[in-house]
């Protein structure tokens, strides 16, 4: 089971702190990542990060956002800085191959 939260509502250049918890399997051997759907948009791949914690960027993400993991706590996170109206969207985590159930997502609206 994957369950996000931390999303909001945000002026442009503002920052949020996703998070992201799994339960009920070994999240340490997973390489995670966070996935996006803005509205009348394909879900994407924004940021990944493997079991040893190197991690991938979509480009229009790179130098704003950062995802991390902490495995004791079974945790998944994406700080986001200086964001854009653009990166509006409701944020979900998964495995990077996507082959995990959905969790609900979190929205994250930028806007003044």
């Known amino acids: 089971q994957l369950v996000e939260s931390g999303g909001g509502l945000v002026q442009p250049g503002g920052s949020l702190r996703l998070s992201c918890t799994a339960s009920?399997?070994?999240?340490?051997?997973?390489?995670m990542a966070w996935f996006r759907q803005a509205p009348g948009r394909q879900r994407e791949l924004v940021a990944s990060?493997?079991?040893?914690?190197?991690?991938d960027y979509t480009d229009s993400v790179k130098g704003r956002f950062t995802i991390s993991r902490d495995n004791a706590k079974n945790t998944l996170y994406l700080q986001m800085n200086s964001l854009e109206p653009e990166d509006t969207a409701v944020y979900y985590c998964?495995?990077?191959?996507?082959?995990?159930?959905w969790g609900p997502g979190t929205q994250v609206t930028v806007s003044s």
């Open positions: 990060i493997t079991t040893s914690s190197i991690t």
């Open positions: 998964n495995a990077n191959t996507a082959h995990l159930p």
């Open positions: 009920g399997w070994i999240f340490r051997l997973y390489a």
